[in-house]
Structure formats: C-alpha cells, structure tokens
C-alpha cells in the first residue's frame, strides 16, 4: 500500500511540473505549483507513516511545507496582481521582459 | 491509519482525475474548483495515512483559505477577456479530454471490481500491525515543532512575519 501512496504523490507531482511548463495561465500555473508541493507532502507523510514511525518526522516537514506554500502562493498572486495591472493579460508568456 | 482500499482507489482516481480538470478547464472558476476538490482529497489522504493534525491544516489552508485568495485574485483581474473567449482556444481538446477521463474511470472501475473479487476480507478492516496511535502523533508532533525543529518552526514564524511586514509596506508605498 506504502507504494501506492509514494505514487500518487508522483503523479500529482507529475501533473504538476507538466502543468507549470505547459500551461499559459498564471493562476493554473501557480495552482500547478501547489500540486507539486502536495505530491511532495504525501509522500513525506507516506514515509513518515510507514517508515519513521517512532518520530514523525515527515508530518512536521509536510506542515511546514504546507506553510511555506500557502506563503509562497499569496506572494505570487500579489505580484501576479501587480503585472496584471500593467500587462492586462493572464498569459505568462506577455510577461518575459521582467 | 487507516489501510482501506476501498477508500484509496476512488480517492486516488479522483484526485488524479480533478488535477487533471484543474489544466484543461477553460473556464478558470471550474479550475479553482477543481483545484479545491484536489486539495480536500490530499486532506483525506493526509487522514488516511493517520496524520490528523496534517489533514486539519490542508484543509483549513488549501481548502478554505488559498481558494479564497486565488477566487479574489481573479475577481480583481478578470483573465478571461471576451477577445480570448472569442477566439475559442481548446475548443479541440473538449472531446480528447472527455474520453480520457472516461477511459480513465473506465479502467478504474475495472480494476477496482476486480481488486473487490480478488481481495481478501480481511484487509477491509483496520490493519492491527501497522496502527498510528492518535495521542502519539499529537505529542510526536509537538516533539517535533517544539524541540526537535524549534529552529524551524521559529524561521518559518520570521518568514510569515516578513510576508506581512513587506506586504503593509507595499501597500503603504501604493505598489
């Protein structure tokens, strides 16, 4: 079953890297992002469930990693606002000459 | 923890499948939706897996809370312009799209009734060798931010506290 768990998580990390280089949308990339991080914090769970089960300690990297991406996602919406206002457009590739 | 398969396979098809959505939608409320949905079955799978207090967080966060942000981002910017509606992009790729997820569930719905034939009864309930006490977690967790990684804990509390100072600056200076 741990295998099954470690390859969701892939995919979910899979579907996300594809979808932050492929995808033109701004917010579908940075959505795209988060799915990264949410593969990543199953599989440090997954681990930490059926490997480390003294410790814990990928439930306390998965919580701080939960933190760090909830940051990391209003900063990029933010800046995402404040090149909208200049660009009026979601697609990422009018916005290469930063 | 809890081992079931029953909750598994349906939660992983789904879950998979709404990433999925969350791409190819057109319209960018489907893909926060689906996004939403995506965020709230990586909370069930964090409860599965018997980290409570994990699942607590990722749902408060990233279900609750992101979406909300993300929502108003895109009520402030409006991204879909009636010139890119009008041009009709992925207008090819509805079909293609359809069929993949309907292939997908197809070999789901395989799978998982002929995962139901093949198991063992047993293994619908709890598995008695590999249980995560939920008292333990609690305390291992509070081990782990207060002692273990206090250093840490401490670093991401100055991060979010220089996010909100650099966001009242920016707003002060008109940004």
């Known amino acids: 079953m741990m295998y099954n768990y470690l390859f969701i998580g892939l995919l979910l990390f899979i579907i996300g890297l594809l979808g932050s280089m492929f995808v033109k949308n701004m917010i579908k990339v940075l959505i795209s992002i988060e799915f ?3 593969g990543i914090n199953i599989n440090f769970v997954t ?5 480390d089960n003294i410790n814990f300690d990928g439930y306390i990297f998965a919580l701080f990693y939960i933190g760090i991406g909830a940051v990391e996602l209003a900063l990029a919406l ?6 909208y206002s200049k660009k009026q457009s979601d697609n990422i590739e009018k916005y290469s000459d930063l | ?11 992983a098809v789904l879950i998979i499948l709404f ?3 969350t791409l190819f939608a057109r319209n960018i409320i489907y893909s926060m939706l689906s996004a939403i949905i995506v965020f709230f079955f990586g909370a069930l799978f964090f409860y599965v897996l018997g980290s409570e207090y994990n699942a ?3 749902a408060a966060i990233y279900g609750l809370a992101v979406p909300i942000i993300i929502g108003i981002s895109i009520m402030f910017c409006s991204p ?3 010139k890119e509606k009008a041009e009709g992009k992925n207008k090819f790729l509805t079909p293609y799209l359809t069929i993949l997820s309907g292939g997908i569930f197809l070999l789901a719905f395989i799978y998982l009734v002929l995962m139901s034939l093949a198991m063992n009864p047993s293994t619908f309930h709890y598995l008695g060798n590999l249980q995560v006490n939920s008292f333990d977690t609690i305390w291992t967790f509070a081990k782990g931010i207060f002692i273990n990684y206090v250093w840490a804990f401490e670093l991401i509390s100055l991060l979010l506290l220089i996010v909100i100072a650099g966001f009242s600056m920016l707003k002060r200076r008109g940004i």
């Open chain 2, 80 to 82: 879909y312009s009636k």
């Open chain 1, 78 to 83: 933010y800046l995402f606002y404040l090149m």
């Open chain 2, 56 to 58: 607590i967080i990722q």
């Open chain 2, 1 to 11: 923890m809890i081992d079931n398969p029953i909750i598994f396979y349906p939660s």
């Open chain 2, 19 to 21: 990433a999925i959505v």
């Open chain 1, 47 to 51: 681990f930490a469930t059926y490997c």
């Open chain 1, 36 to 38: 990264m991080l949410l």
